[in-house]
T-cell receptor, first 114, second 117 residues
Framework: DAGVIQSPRHEVTEMGQEVTLRCKPI?????LFWYRQTMMRGLELLIY????????DSGMPEDRFSAKMPNASFSTLKIQPSEPRDSAVYFC????????????FGPGTRLTVT | AQKITQTQPGMFVQEKEAVTLDCTYD???????LFWYKQPSSGEMIFLIY??????QNATEGRYSLNFQKARKSANLVISASQLGDSAMYFC??????????????FGKGTKLTVNP
């Protein structure tokens, strides 16, 4: 069974451009999570969905960030406009959605905004 | 307030030796879960082990075990018989009971483990 799939794996863009990160969770998983990892702040949860519905978006840094999950097999995280401080590794993770289930992480997208 | 504390930024261990990575947590809830993840230099996050707050026995998974001391609020990871491939960042994380359905994990800053040959 394929794990969590993220694309692209690397993204380099200029400040002000729109960036879209994509995620395909593991089939059958009900919960999907977007994390951001930086040296300064570590691993932070941005938003998570349960059954395609956003449950907690308190970690989304500002209005420039938006996330959608139009169906159970696809989610996007969009940054518009991007800024250099958005440079980070963005992880998508999924889980079965019960209290004891571990989250399975994708390989991450390394975003560099110049 | 920081909920997960990993006090060891870096640790070194000799191959085949055992090593303990420290993790303390802060919560007022009685029901919670503790997780350890490994992040090798390639960047992926790999789940290692889980401990529920009501589990009476320490969790074990192969060479990984969790030394759970509830009264001290600590959940240290023990890796036995270290291998060179164990060199990586290790993150401790906690999940508290859902508030409004929240399942989110809170991660510590991590410990970088280096296994020497």
């Amino acid at each position: 069974d394929a794990g969590v799939i993220q694309s692209p794996r690397h993204e380099v863009t200029e400040m002000g451009q729109e960036v879209t990160l994509r995620c395909k969770p593991i089939s059958g998983h009900n919960s999907l999570f977007w994390y951001r990892q930086t040296m300064m702040r570590g691993l932070e949860l941005l938003i998570y969905f349960n059954n395609n519905v956003p449950i907690d978006d308190s970690g989304m840094p500002e209005d420039r960030f938006s996330a959608k999950m139009p169906n159970a097999s696809f989610s996007t995280l969009k940054i518009q406009p991007s800024e250099p401080r958005d440079s980070a590794v963005y992880f998508c993770a999924s889980s079965l959605g019960t209290s004891i289930d571990e989250q399975y992480f994708g390989p991450g997208t390394r975003l560099t905004v110049t | 307030a920081q909920k997960i504390t990993q006090t060891q930024p870096g640790m070194f261990v000799q191959e085949k030796e055992a090593v303990t990575l420290d993790c303390t947590y802060d919560t007022s809830d009685q029901s919670y879960g503790l997780f350890w993840y490994k992040q090798p230099s390639s960047g992926e996050m790999i789940f290692l082990i889980y401990q529920g707050s009501y589990d009476e026995q320490n969790a074990t998974e192969g060479r990984y075990s969790l030394n759970f001391q509830k009264a001290r609020k600590s959940a240290n990871l023990v890796i036995s018989a270290s291998q060179l491939g164990d060199s990586a960042m290790y993150f401790c994380a906690m999940r508290e009971p859902p508030e409004g359905g929240s399942e989110k994990l809170v991660f510590g800053k991590g410990t970088k483990l280096t296994v020497n040959p």
